[in-house]
């Protein structure tokens, strides 16, 4: 009887002693992570004595760089393309890219549409909205940009150049040119490309000659691609 007496008089004073009279404080919390989490305010300032991008610091600190897990995938999106970029000199990955195949198939009338669009927005200022590297920003050579864009239509080397070379370039950019990885999603840039290669076919075949054959690459290669 006593020991229970004993028992309930600590709890009743851990109770009270955890309560607070300043009513915005909840008093003494046990783990007050867990009960309270350290929000991160979007576009707010984050205070560096609880914030961190560093992971080294990421034990004491919150660790935050606003960027999504790696290897997710957003919703929708497809496969990332497994080939990183190239350090400056070495062009390994940049020719091993020739080996990776469209994964879109053939787009729909709609899709191609929306293709076109894209391309129109984003790559026709430079590559011309006839895809003959004569943009608005380039008008043969006497436009702001500097150098050259590709001519999808009037060269046998952008018309032979395979998808998956393509989605390299533009995914990491060449050059002169830009990565376009955070403006396009991967889906929207493979559409891009199809749109390249159809008009590149219609541009090919009046002359009723070459490229379209060496456009993808042979069925051998893109099995070993996917390993
Ligand atoms: C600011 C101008 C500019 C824009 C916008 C632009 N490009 Fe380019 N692009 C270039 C230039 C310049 C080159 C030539 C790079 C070189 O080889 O020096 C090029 C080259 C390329 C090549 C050939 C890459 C290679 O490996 O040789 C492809 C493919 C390409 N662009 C696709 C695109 C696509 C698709 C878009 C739109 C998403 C786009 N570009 C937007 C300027 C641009």
């Not at 999808?152 to 060449?174: H, I, L």
Request: net charge positive; glycine share 8%.
């Amino acid at each position: 009887m006593k020991i229970q007496l004993i028992i309930s008089l600590i709890i009743a004073g851990l109770v009270i002693t955890g309560c607070s009279d300043v009513r915005r404080n909840p008093g003494r919390v046990y783990i007050p992570d867990m009960g309270y989490s350290r929000a991160y305010e979007t576009y707010a300032a984050r205070d560096s004595n609880i914030f961190t991008t560093d992971t080294n610091e990421a034990g004491r600190k919150i660790f935050y760089n606003n960027m999504p897990v790696a290897g997710t995938i957003a919703r929708g999106e497809i496969e990332p393309f497994f080939l990183a970029k190239d350090a400056p000199g070495d062009t390994t990955n940049y020719v091993a890219s020739k080996q990776i195949t469209n994964p879109l198939g053939n787009l729909d009338a709609a899709q191609m549409k929306e293709a076109e669009r894209l391309y129109l927005i984003n790559c026709g200022i430079c590559h011309g909205p006839k895809l003959d590297g004569n943009g608005p920003l380039y008008k043969d050579g006497t436009g702001p940009f500097p150098s050259a864009p590709a001519n999808f239509v009037g060269n046998d080397k952008y018309k032979t150049m395979p998808e998956g070379q393509m989605f390299y370039s533009v995914t990491f950019g060449k050059n002169l040119m830009g990565s376009y990885a955070s403006q396009l999603t991967r889906t929207q840039r493979w559409m891009v490309i199809s749109y390249i290669k159809s008009k590149q076919g219609a541009a090919a075949k009046p002359a009723a000659t070459d490229s379209s054959a060496s456009v993808k690459p042979a069925a051998a290669d893109s099995t070993s691609a996917k390993k």
